[in-house]
């Protein structure tokens, strides 16, 4: 079964040629056909370097992504995962930007919270809000997917993880998307350190209230749990749960809308997960292989070599899930999407090593239980007619626009 190139707005070849020499993963025409320039990339090495944001390398390959994502001690998380650097910059991200050991320390925290019998409490919570959201469309014969589903769905998870009003969502995303997908609009960075300054604050505050007032939940765990025998100071929950609000929001639904769009212009797709159900969790990791979304910074902590490449200390390497996951070493006719890859599940889209995203449970869970409901309750949908979907591009790829589609 053929899936299609991304591309949305084909580029010239001068184009493709002049992006594969000067990457920036932040241009919005690279944005509308990056696989296109990610294969002229592949064509010139393992390793190359790029010009933009004083000068980066980045890998082409899997296996020098894999092995860069893991060795944190020769490319570590600091001074920030994003190029150029914004958001962590000065407060780190926790866990995603501490490095062991004492990375470890967030680790033990979070994790119990996102796994086993915890994770499986919230799928019938996670059932409820997305058949809620179904319900707001199903008879309409077609809805915008951004707008219905898949920007509401994991933001009221978010909100039910932390106990806030389903009222503040809207402003939860707007503070999302101005800290994620702002650079390209206002290079300055100003609406990125304005968001920032007022969501921590917001999370600064509710930690304060839940310090007070108890309550449960993954605040309430956080504030009680010791970890080595120690608590969690406020400052630490509140990075903490900035973390888990930048990733919870914005790569789950930007994982949901790159797998409808895909899925509303390859019907054949569709109807096999309508027909067997059972199919739906590796058809999962074949479209977060198919769209791998992330990339990440890293820093070299010393001169470093990576395919073949000298890596200077200091220098930034950029990690992109989107190129490893194409790379037909591992994945063979990478373009195809087969639900019955398999090896799907080896894809990079949560990166690897010490960093893997805490959250790859619940990012699951999201993403099948949405599957499983829309293909058992909304009909044969396509894409809508004349329908132009964009992209942003950046440091997590989405669809930048709307998915309309009809039924």
């Given at each position: ?6 591309t ?69 998380t ?67 997917f951004?707008?219905?589903?898949s920007?509401?769905?994991p ?16 402003q ?22 304005r968001?920032?300054?007022e ?60 797998q ?26 074949e ?5 791998g ?39 063979p ?27 790859v ?8 239980v ?15 007619p004349?329908a ?12 930048a ?7």
């Amino acid at each position: 079964m053929n899936g299609e190139s991304r591309t949305l707005v084909p580029l010239t070849d001068a184009q493709i040629d002049d992006l594969a020499d000067h990457y920036d993963h932040h241009d919005p025409a690279f944005a509308q056909d990056a696989y296109r320039v990610y294969d002229a990339m592949r064509g010139k090495g393992r390793v190359v370097w790029s010009d933009r944001y004083g000068g980066f390398f980045a890998p082409t390959r899997f296996a020098e992504m894999r092995d860069a994502w893991t060795d944190w001690e020769t490319f570590a998380t600091r001074p920030s995962v994003n190029l150029p650097a914004h958001q962590g910059a000065e407060r780190p991200m926790i866990p995603l930007e501490v490095d062991p050991p004492r990375h470890a320390r967030y680790r033990k925290a979070l994790a119990p919270m996102l796994a086993g019998a915890q994770l499986a409490s919230l799928e019938p919570k996670a059932r409820l809000h997305v058949n809620d959201l179904i319900d707001a469309v199903v008879d309409k014969g077609g809805c915008d997917f951004v707008a219905s589903v898949s920007s509401p769905f994991p933001t009221r998870m978010f909100m039910e993880l932390y106990g806030l009003p389903l009222e503040e969502a809207d402003q939860f995303l707007a503070w999302n998307h101005g800290i994620i997908h702002s650079h390209t609009e206002d290079p300055s960075l100003e609406t990125v350190k304005r968001c920032e300054e007022e969501v921590l604050a917001r999370l600064a505050g509710l930690v304060a209230e839940r310090r007070r007032g108890g309550g449960g939940g993954i605040l309430g765990r956080l504030l009680v749990d010791q970890i080595d025998g120690e608590l969690l100071s406020d400052e630490e929950i509140t990075d903490m749960s900035f973390q888990m609000f930048l990733a919870g929001l914005d790569t789950t639904h930007s994982a949901m809308a790159w797998q409808i769009y895909f899925l509303s212009t390859h019907l054949d797709h569709q109807r096999s997960l309508r027909e067997a159900p059972k199919t739906i969790p590796n058809a999962v990791e074949e479209l977060l292989r198919w769209e791998g979304l992330l990339n990440v910074r890293r820093t070299a902590t010393k001169d470093a070599e990576i395919g073949g490449v000298t890596v200077p200390k200091g220098c930034p390497v950029l990690l992109s899930a989107r190129i490893a996951n194409h790379d037909p070493e591992v994945f063979p006719d990478p373009e195809l999407v087969d639900f019955e890859r398999p090896n799907a599940h080896r894809h990079l889209a949560f990166g690897s090593g010490v960093h893997r995203c805490i959250g790859v449970g619940l990012a699951r869970l999201e993403l099948r239980v949405l599957h499983e409901e829309w293909h058992r309750r909304i009909p044969e949908y396509t894409l809508a007619p004349g329908a132009k979907i964009a992209a942003w591009g950046g440091n997590l790829a989405g669809i930048a626009t709307e998915v309309p589609v009809r039924w």
